[in-house]
């Protein structure tokens, strides 16, 4: 079938336009129909015509209404019944105006253009039989009415494609936007995974460490100090048990329960790396949870990274209240590292990048200072943005209600410590 031709009747899509156009054609047809039946209706013309003009009405209705899997036969028997009425009166011509639009609905244009012209001219031939012969109006009539009928039928296949065009490209959009949901599914369950696995390892992974790091110096500790280590991993193994409680119920960290910032991070220094010093410098002001999770995250992380691999002598950790910020240096003199390079055992480790990350997404910059011999700092520096104070139980407190605005304003590299005292 051509391009340009209409399209078959059972290719149509459903679709309100084109059920406009097949709506208007049908009552088209009926109207048509009425009109030319009227007279015989009427009783002013004999009723011979009534019933080839019930049967044709009930043969087109009969199509119209069923779903035709073979339009070609139902085109011709509309087509036998209108002859016939047309040669029993020429009144029938004007049905001929529908006719064409079935043709050209029904037809390829290779068929549908000769059948319009062999209709055309039935039309004319019956107008010349009735009175008054065959004149130039009744010639020009009828091909009008067959041009305006093709071009229409053009029309009507170009709204037809048009149709088709916007169905796909609706299809291509539901495609694709059901394609953009289950990648955003995707990067969403990838980044939870991502989440948890920095929250499995600065918690539980950190918390376990410590426990094995405990439980090898109270083999070799006297009695009162093996006890005493005892205790400590049992209170690890509690806070442990707390945090993975914490995942279930989406709570914040247990040491930030019942103590504000700077004392879990003193508590954590001095449980995590003994000797440790802990300072805070400027007025201590309220954070949002994520900014004190992820300080408290990264103090465990970087003081389970000097208790482990260090190898240091002294330690210190910093919190700083600046103006606007809020800074975290945890500094030790051990044995260094080249930032960058894998660990001599060649495995990966998560935690700095877990760092990073979680720093990136408060807005915050992380640095890592160190070279070998020559021991490790890790600053951390935040934006501070105020909150509604929580005191000890998550009640409000009205010691933590200052802004950190108002806290003192130094750069970072200026409280980091490079020595620290015995």
Known sequence: MSRTSPPPAT?????????????AVHIAFYALLAVALGPAL??????????PGAALAAVYGAGVVRHRDRPVPWLLAVTALWLVLLALDARFSYVAFPIFFLCLHVLPVRRSHPAIAAATAAVVAAQAAAPGGLTAAKVIGPV??????????????????????????????????????AAQ????????RQRLA???HDTLAQGLSSIVLLARAAETAPGEAARAR??????????????????????????????????????TTVRTVPGAVFRVDGDPCPLPVETEVALLRLTQEALANV???????????TLAYLDGQVALDVYDDGVGFVPGELPPDG?????????????????????????????????????????????????????WGRNCATSHSRPAAAIRPRTVAP
């Open 42 to 51: 009427l009783g002013e013309e004999p009723a011979l015509v009534l019933l």
């Open 11 to 23: 290719a149509a899509p459903d679709v309100p336009s084109l059920r406009v156009v097949r709506l």
């Open 230 to 267: 005892v205790r400590e991993i049992g209170r690890t193994a509690a806070d442990n048990l707390a945090e993975a409680r914490r995942f279930v119920q989406a709570l914040t960290p247990p040491a930030l329960e019942d103590a504000p910032l700077p004392e879990a991070l003193r508590r």
């Open 185 to 192: 599914r995707e990067a969403g369950r990838l980044a939870e």
């Open 347 to 399: 495995r990966r480790t998560f935690g700095l990048h877990g760092m990073h990350e979680r720093i990136a997404e408060l807005g915050g910059t992380l640095t890592v200072e160190s070279s070998p011999g020559e021991g490790t700092v890790v600053a951390v520096v935040v934006p501070t943005v105020t909150r509604p104070v929580r005191g000890a139980g998550g009640t409000p407190s009205g010691s």
């Open 144 to 181: 009008a009415g067959a041009a305006v009928a093709i071009m229409t039928g053009y029309g009507y296949a170009a709204l037809y494609r048009e149709s088709q065009k916007r169905q796909r490209l609706i299809d291509d959009l539901v495609r694709t936007r059901d394609e953009l949901a």
């Open 307 to 317: 208790a482990r691999h260090a190898r240091a002598e002294h330690a210190a950790v």
């Open 198 to 200: 920095r929250e499995i």
